[in-house]
């Protein structure tokens, strides 16, 4: 899972990559093409796969990925899919990119978009993790410093190129043939493949009529086709030992939150048709924390002997619909993983995953599709605030007062980030923010005050937005008097 998709051409590929590292080193982690598509596999699946499990989309917007199809599956996946949207112009103004694309303007709606200054991405990205703030959208995890080396490596790589002359090479279709004077281009290299295509057509043809491709019988061969996988996301990696039970039960009858569809009779099932199964369900991370969101992880595998089209998979909690997820084809013997995120509570919960839910398929074992399991350990912060000290402890009217504030979390789970604040005789507070904090950590805050004479209250409130679930939200606040000759 990735809080972060970044939408964008290659033509913009150094902005969404400085983007990536900015975001990364702040503890979020983020879906970039130029780092995380993988050769070989369908470009369009796993964008659109990736777009699911974000959190937000930052979309870089320039006179490039106007005309771009691709960014544009993307945003309308994103706004079908309910993300938040970060829009980043580049080279453009608001308002032209809203006359010039108004189906984008349609699905992000009215989020607020930066422009890049002549200062670089660097200035922005700041502004942008605020942004992720404010839509309670938190790094919950250390930076990963291999992942931000695999990006530097690649922006490395990125400029290699573009200094050599190369380039940035094409890692998406290439953007429509640009109109000139009302009128397209017509590109050489275009006339002469359809002027291949033709003569191959005219050569099959001849062929055909002149007895086949020399089987025997005259007929054109005709192998048999491999089925595909459709892989709906990439299994997510624990970060801790689990610690939730797990009691697994084979159920045969979907939650009653969704009506099935016709279920084949005994008689009539095949007997040497495919069989789905559900034969395992994980989570990330194994440690949950209440408020933050978990990954569940199933394997479905067809058990049977033929290949299994088109089916959904659903997802329940506690009895209420999550989720759901298409996959094309499943050959037999061949596993694919689906998973569906849920912010984690605490307590005990059930959460059910059913392969074949409306019964596309005719099983030979209609009796096997669901899993089961009863998951518990969900754990929770608490922030107070430990110790408030400044120096000089004595401080005449005029002199800077530097403050030092402890933030502990008390609690049994990790805090994914919030703000501090402090504020002085009642006025507005100033806010401090803090990364993560776990259980039994503490994180500090120092700011400097000129006193004045006088007695005055200096107040502190740890996570004041209460963006952190707690077990105890009552105990966040601490306040000093001091008297200033």
Partial sequence: MSHVFIAHVEEDADVALQIA????????????????????????????????????????????????????????RAHESAKHFVPVL?????????????????????????????????????????????????????????????????????????????????????????EAKGKRKTKPLLIALGSLAVIAIIAVVA???????????????????????????????????????????ASSTPTPTRTPGPTSSPATLPTTGPDLVILDMTWSPTVPIAGYEVTFTVSVTNQGKAEAKSFYGYFYVDGSYQNSYSVYSLAAGATTKLNFRWSAETGTHTVKAVA??????????????????????????????????????????????TFTVTVKNQGTGACGGSYTTR?????????????????????????????????HIVRFVADYENDVVESDESNNAKEVTLVIP
């Fill in 21 to 76: 590292l900015g975001l990364e080193e702040a503890g979020y982690r983020t879906w970039c093409y130029e780092v995380d598509s993988i050769p070989g596999t369908s470009y369009i699946v796993r964008t659109g796969e990736a777009v699911e499990q974000s959190l937000a989309v930052v979309i870089v917007i320039s006179p490039n990925s106007l005309g771009s199809a691709q960014v544009t599956k993307e945003v309308v």
């Fill in 90 to 178: 580049r080279d453009i103004t608001h308002a032209e990119f809203q006359k010039r694309q108004p189906e984008w303007r349609e699905a992000i709606g009215s989020a607020t978009s930066i422009r890049i200054p002549g200062e670089g991405v660097a200035t922005i990205v700041p502004l942008i993790i605020d942004g992720l703030r404010a839509l309670k959208i938190h790094p919950a995890s250390k930076p990963d410093s291999k992942r931000i080396d695999l990006i530097h490596r690649t922006m490395g790589e990125l400029r290699s190129r573009v200094i050599s002359g190369k380039g940035v090479e094409p890692v998406r279709p290439a953007k429509p043939v640009a």
């Fill in 207 to 249: 062929i055909l009529l002149s007895g086949g491709f020399g089987n025997e019988e005259g007929v054109l061969p005709n192998p048999t086709p491999t089925p595909t996988v459709t892989q709906a996301y990439p299994t997510p990696t624990p970060t801790s030992k689990p610690t939730a039970t797990l009691t697994s039960t």
């Fill in 356 to 401: 074949d839910y409306t019964d596309l398929v005719a099983e030979s074992n209609e009796s096997n599709n669901a899993l089961e399991i009863t998951f518990s350990g969900a754990v929770i912060s608490d922030l107070i605030i430990q110790n408030i000290v400044w120096s000089p402890t004595n401080p005449s009217s005029g002199q800077d007062v």
């Fill in 423 to 455: 504020s002085i005789d009642g006025a507005s507070p100033t806010f401090h923010s803090i990364g993560s904090v776990y259980p039994g950590q503490t994180a500090t805050v120092i700011f400097t005050w000129k006193a004045t004479a006088g007695t």
